[in-house]
């Protein structure tokens, strides 16, 4: 069980997070995404990834959203074992904007803001990052969740297709 005492220092790094200074914010008003906007990522969610020529399971969760926060966990399992994880955070910075902070393996976040969302499409983006710069969530129309990081549009990437699963602990 996560005790507050470890979500409210990750709140508090997403709420810091968002790559804009408070005169630059006051500059322009950020779009006005709300969270319920990413509801259609809430659940739980697996599919098929390969590392290394090994086929293996990627599990996602995310919470549904409150007011100014979302949390995700993601693992790669391969025969059983998890071989990778990563945490994220979706929440509202002090400049206004959405952002989705990463935490891959547990190393420091990595900021996304949220830049456009149209239907059940979000896209996530970080100019400044090397590779990914976007990260997007799709529902697809049978109910699945696609995931993708690219370098922006038009450029190769790295795409996930989730079906929906049960989450743990669901029925029991």
């Known amino acids: 069980m996560i005790r507050a005492w470890f979500v409210r220092p990750l709140l508090a ?6 790559g804009a200074s ?5 500059e322009a008003a950020p779009p006005a995404f709300t969270l319920d906007q990413l509801a259609f990522m809430a659940g739980c969610w697996e599919g098929p990834f390969s590392q290394d020529s090994v086929e293996g399971t990627m599990e996602e969760h995310y919470t549904s959203p409150s007011e100014n926060f979302m949390l995700g966990t993601t693992r790669y399992l391969i025969d059983g ?3 990778e994880y990563e945490l994220a955070v979706i929440g509202r910075g002090e400049n206004g904007r959405v952002a989705f902070v990463t935490y891959p393996g547990g ?3 990595l900021p996304f803001t949220l830049t456009q969302v149209v ?3 979000a896209i996530f983006e970080n100019p400044d990052n090397d590779f990914p710069k976007r990260v997007i969530y799709r529902r697809t129309p049978e109910g699945g969740l696609h995931a993708r990081i690219d370098a922006g549009v038009g450029t190769a990437g790295v795409d996930w297709w989730l079906s929906p699963a049960a989450c743990i602990g669901e029925g029991q």
């Not at 790094?13 to 968002?18: A, E, F, I, Q, S």
């Not at 408070?22 to 006051?26: F, G, L, M």
């Open 13 to 18: 790094v997403t709420l810091v997070c968002g």
């Open 22 to 26: 408070r005169a630059a914010a006051q």
């Open 81 to 83: 074992r998890t071989v």
């Open 107 to 109: 190393a420091m976040g």
């Open 119 to 121: 239907g059940n499409t």
